[in-house]
């Protein structure tokens, strides 16, 4: 039931692109993204409601593919403050987060 | 203020001991969440309060009981617990497709 992430790690140089893959065997009602620094809690950083849905601000989007019940995180022109781990959040049941299943992460790093 | 507080940061318990963890949010979210965190792991749903009643038990077990005073206010009182209860335990909020969690309080069983 867990979401799967792909890759599991990457290693950027900054500047680079990345682009992170999340994706379930059950349809999904919602994709949430988290990113989380060694040590801190997850910060949210953008939820998807719709299926072809997609979402941004500054150089961090996502887009939402129903069909294929898998979202994707698109990371452009890295910056240092990038690195941390992420991860996709999904939610089978109807309204809001009521129960919200993080997926396995994805380990980023960005050197200069 | 859209800050989820939690206390306190660091805990060491033994396991006959009796402790709480508490977590404050003063955004008037109607939903408050339970996380437990391992190194190098998803954060793992405990439990959900939806208007102050619980919603959802994710067959947690006993030695862990949640408590929601009133609609700022979430507790996790810990009894009995065992090692590999060690975790990074988090308290989130949500509201209006945000979520928002706590800084954690992270617990050590010895």
């Known amino acids: 039931q867990q979401p799967v992430q792909s890759p599991q790690a990457v290693i950027l140089r900054e500047g680079e692109d990345a682009v992170i893959n999340c994706s379930s065997s059950?349809?999904?009602?919602?994709v949430h993204w988290y990113r989380q620094k060694h040590g801190e809690a997850p910060v949210f950083l953008m939820i998807?409601?719709?299926?072809?849905e997609q979402k941004g601000h500054e150089k961090i989007s996502a887009s939402f593919n129903e069909k294929k019940q898998q979202s994707s995180l698109y990371l452009t022109a890295s910056q240092l403050s990038y690195s941390g781990t992420y991860f996709c959040?999904?939610?089978?049941?109807?309204?809001?987060?009521?129960?919200?299943?993080f997926g396995t992460g994805t380990r980023l790093q960005v050197f200069p | 203020d859209t800050e989820v507080t939690q206390t306190p940061k660091h805990l060491v318990m033994g396991m006959t001991n009796k402790k709480s963890l508490k977590c404050e949010q003063h955004?008037?979210?109607?939903?408050m969440y339970w996380y437990k965190q391992k190194a190098k792991k998803p954060p793992e749903l405990m439990f959900v309060?939806?208007?102050?009643?619980?919603?959802i038990n994710e067959s947690v077990p006993s030695r862990f009981s949640p408590e929601c005073p009133n609609s700022s206010l979430l507790n996790l009182h810990l009894h009995a617990l065992q090692p590999e209860d060690s975790a990074l335990y988090l308290c989130?909020?949500?509201?209006?497709?945000?979520?928002?969690f706590g800084p954690g309080t992270r617990l050590l069983v010895l």
């Open positions: 309060y939806s208007y102050e009643k619980l919603s």
């Open positions: 959040g999904t939610e089978r049941d109807g309204y809001n987060t009521d129960k919200l299943i």
């Open positions: 059950k349809a999904l009602y919602s």
């Open positions: 955004m008037g979210h109607r939903a």
């Open positions: 989130a909020s949500y509201s209006e497709e945000t979520q928002y």
């Open positions: 998807l409601l719709k299926g072809g």
